[in-house]
């Protein structure tokens, strides 16, 4: 859809989900082009995915992944676990840094604990 402004509304990761409600967000993006410059979008996602899975706190950089089922774990709880190996999967999974998960964790932000009470601030990684 081309605006007057010359840029064109793209809708990503739209995907139908049985719960209701859409999955995608829609972005601003140059016409003819991908543009470079930093374009700030809303996702609603349930936040024990930026949990731990180990000691269930936020991540923070450097995040480590399971390569065989994806479990992640934060610095602190990597450097614990016997052998560098997966303590949620039984398929002897090996953690190993995951840069664009710590891209993400350090980009994203999560509303205070006490927004249910007023308070507009933002945690930020």
Known sequence: MELPNGRVKQIVGAEE????????AIVAA?????????VDITINFDMTLLQCSVCALLLKPPVFQCNADGHVACASC???????????CGHGGVYGRCLAMDAFVR????????DRHGCPSYLAR
């Open 17 to 24: 989900t049985n719960g209701g409600g859409g999955g995608g």
């Open 30 to 38: 140059e016409a003819g082009g991908a543009s470079r410059s930093r």
């Open 78 to 88: 990597h450097g614990k676990l016997p052998g560098n190996q997966c303590h949620a």
């Open 107 to 114: 980009a994203a932000r999560a509303p205070c604990p006490y």
